[in-house]
């Protein structure tokens, strides 16, 4: 019995040090965001789709820097027009340390972040409808539950917006993403990169 609770205890501590040793410089994150989806059910219903790649690098302990692409598509109806949502520019990630003062580390296999995004982005509607290009902005607070030392699920909230040029001048909505990101050591992406040549 004894061995079977200091096994667990140093599997937690194990974890623990893993997951910390997953967000430090010199480490890459890969991942996706599924911004929104929604599908009607009514015969003629519309749908709602949105995924948002992302990858960064860890320039310093806790903080990554990097690039995100914005895909989106939409239909509210049969036979209402389609939305195209695009972007493209650079993401950043500051990870809280569990030893920050006044942070809780939920559950204590995951980290809260705060992400910021800043590019180029717009929406286009079919059949003649509102578009706009410009500055595509975003920023929210976020958490990522570690299932395994390399594999985490992710949950943001987010403000996003879009100013520039078209028929509005500025759109931006609340958003919850939901997705999960891959976190690799320096040597395992250089390892993958081989495997792939």
Known sequence: ??????????????????????????????????????????????????IQPKGAYFIKDNIAVGGYVNLGISKSAKTSPTRFDYGVGALGRYYVSPGEKGV????????????????VG????????????????????????????NIGLEGLVKYAGVTGFG??????????????TIYLPTSKGQQIIKDVK
């Open 167 to 180: 028929n509005q001048g500025l759109t931006s909505n609340i958003t919850f993403n939901l997705g999960f």
């Open 1 to 50: 019995m004894k061995k079977l609770i200091l096994g667990g205890i140093l599997a937690v501590a194990g974890l623990a040090t893993t997951m910390n040793a997953q967000i430090q410089k010199g480490n890459w994150m890969v991942g996706s965001s599924l911004a929104t989806s929604n599908f009607g059910l009514n015969t003629g219903g519309g749908y709602q789709i949105g």
């Open 104 to 119: 809780d580390n939920l559950l204590k296999h995951g980290r809260w972040f705060l992400e910021g995004n800043l590019g």
């Open 122 to 149: 717009g929406y286009s509607i079919s059949d003649g409808g509102n578009s706009t290009t410009g500055l595509d902005f975003g920023v929210g607070p976020g958490y990522s539950y570690f299932i395994t030392p």
